[in-house]
């Protein structure tokens, strides 16, 4: 898997195979930057994990948690996205400490971002949702949606291509109070199932063939483990500190609408011309990664 350079992503799909009869010594074989050969189990896990952690310059820590002995081959993917916003929030207008409600009960308190601008953005009154675009310096954007309070299965479950392209079509341009807590998305997953269920089985056989990956046929998948890591700040979703010097006034506007993330709300990141989906999730608790 790769993605384009514009988002200046780490992505690599990495593959470690295993004999499984020896443990007690193991070989370490290099034969691209993506794609490393570990032979008997040892200390896998551990170099697996300092390996990812080192490729993601520290934003990817101990993918892999409880690898089996018996594991023959594992694919490993992780993607971290960085890039920076076409127009980045200042820090001098970020709140501190601000009310975000996790539910109906429980509130914390979150650095919250401030910028007025113009942008995209949309009421669907169909799903009693806001929806707002930002976008990325180059061809990728952020859209942001808050379902109303109470509402946010009903949004999940309408998601969808049709969904986008509605939105798509109906986004409007307008002065925008915005308010945007700073969060961290992280999340890992054991894909084996849901291949499977995809209908991707011979590769988990024992009749698995992957020619040109090793001279025999004694490979088979075991696991397939996949992370993603975003990080969204002042500067975009890369932590760069943005500088004060020079800002200009905020132009005289009336009354514009203020749109303020302050309680659960759906995240996606997508490339511009295809519309297609880099990142999709959801921001509970913006204290918790």
Request: aromatic share 10%; charged share 25%.
């Given at each position: 898997?790769?993605?384009?350079?514009?988002?200046?992503a780490?992505?690599?799909?990495?593959f470690?195979f295993?004999?499984?009869?020896?443990?007690?010594?193991?070989?370490?074989?290099?034969?691209?930057?993506s794609?490393i050969?570990y032979w008997?189990?040892?200390?896998?896990?551990?170099?697996i994990?300092?390996y990812v952690?080192?490729?993601?310059?520290?934003?990817?820590?101990?993918?892999?948690q409880?690898?089996?002995?018996?594991?023959?081959?594992?694919?490993?993917?992780y993607?971290?996205?960085k890039?920076q916003?076409a127009?980045?929030?200042?820090?001098?207008?970020?709140?501190?400490s601000s009310?975000?409600?996790?539910n109906?009960?429980?509130?914390?308190?979150?650095?919250?971002?401030h910028?007025m601008?113009?942008?995209?953005?949309l009421?669907d009154?169909?799903?009693n949702?806001?929806?707002?675009q930002?976008?990325?310096?180059?061809?990728?954007?952020?859209?942001?949606?808050?379902?109303k309070?109470?509402n946010?299965?009903r949004?999940?479950?309408?998601?969808?291509?049709k969904?986008?392209?509605k939105w798509?079509?109906?986004?409007?341009k307008?002065?925008?109070?915005?308010?945007?807590?700073?969060?961290?998305?992280?999340?890992?997953y054991?894909?084996?199932?849901?291949l499977?269920?995809m209908?991707m089985?011979d590769?988990?056989a024992?009749?698995?063939?992957?020619?040109?990956?090793?001279e025999?046929?004694?490979?088979q998948?075991?696991?397939?483990?996949h992370?993603?890591?975003?990080?969204?700040?002042?500067?975009?979703?890369?932590?760069v500190?943005?500088?004060t010097?020079?800002l200009?006034?905020?132009?005289?506007?009336?009354?514009?609408s203020?749109?303020?993330?302050?309680?659960?709300?759906?995240?996606?990141?997508l490339?511009?011309?295809?519309?297609?989906i880099?990142?999709?999730?959801?921001?509970?608790?913006?204290t918790?990664?």
């Open positions: 898997m790769q993605v384009a350079s514009w988002a200046s780490i992505c690599h799909q990495v470690f295993f004999s499984g009869r020896n443990i007690s010594t193991h070989y370490f074989l290099k034969r691209t930057p794609n050969f008997f189990v040892g200390k896998t896990q551990e170099e994990n300092c952690e080192k490729q993601s310059k520290g934003k990817i820590v101990g993918l892999i409880d690898l089996k002995q018996k594991s023959i081959m594992v694919l490993v993917n993607i971290h996205f890039a916003w127009s980045p929030f200042h820090l001098s207008k970020t709140e501190d009310i975000f409600l996790v109906k009960t429980i509130t914390v308190q979150v650095p919250m971002m910028q601008e113009q942008y995209y953005h009421v009154t169909e799903l949702c806001t929806v707002l930002k976008d990325y310096s180059k061809n990728a954007l952020a859209l942001f949606v808050l379902p309070e109470g946010m299965e949004v999940e479950k309408a998601m969808s291509s969904t986008l392209k798509n079509r109906l986004l409007q307008g002065w925008i109070d915005l308010f945007v807590p700073k969060f961290s998305i992280s999340a890992t054991d894909l084996r199932n849901m499977l269920q209908g089985k590769a988990f024992e009749n698995a063939d992957f020619p040109g990956l090793a025999d046929n004694d490979l998948l075991s696991y397939v483990y992370k993603a890591v975003l990080h969204v700040r002042e500067e975009g979703t890369r932590d500190a943005a500088s010097d020079g200009l006034d905020e132009p005289e506007i009336s009354v514009p203020v749109i303020r993330f302050d309680r659960t709300f759906l995240l996606m990141i490339e511009k011309s295809t519309r297609s880099l990142f999709l999730g959801k921001v509970v608790d913006p918790e990664v």
